[in-house]
């Protein structure tokens, strides 16, 4: 069983950066691949970015692909995603993910653990 609790969000202007976090229990982290979905108000749920426990290797949406960067501290057990030029339709509720597959996917059902969620709103 892995927790994962979010941190990090709040209210930016546009072109403004923002960190997110990500705390997991656990003691088999390393193990995971760990990831970012949102949800915009009215929309579906979708993915943002994973980073793969057994290549390392991360896989972004086109939609923020050279703009947000994963990463992750398996010392620390949390994993994070850098966010920089933000645009107003960035704002969404985030949520970080995690699951024992190796390989990532872009689909919410292939991920067994999510966190409760952290609002980012970014204002024009």
């Known amino acids: 069983q892995v927790q994962l609790v979010e941190s990090g969000g709040g209210l930016v202007q546009a072109g403004g950066s923002l960190r997110l976090s990500c705390a997991a229990s656990?003691?088999?982290?390393?193990?995971?691949?760990v990831g970012w979905f949102r949800q915009a108000p009215g929309k579906e749920r979708e993915f943002v970015s994973a980073?793969?426990?057994?290549?390392?290797?991360?896989y972004h949406a086109d939609s923020v692909k050279g703009r947000f960067t994963i990463s992750r501290n398996n010392a620390k057990n949390t994993q994070y995603l850098q966010m920089n030029s933000l645009k107003v339709e960035d704002t969404a509720v985030y949520y970080c993910v995690a699951d024992s597959k190796a390989t990532i996917s872009r689909m919410t059902a292939d991920y067994d653990y999510w966190g409760q969620g952290t609002q980012v709103t970014v204002s024009s």
């Open positions: 656990g003691r088999t982290f390393n193990r995971y691949t």
């Open positions: 980073i793969s426990w057994s290549t390392g290797v991360a």
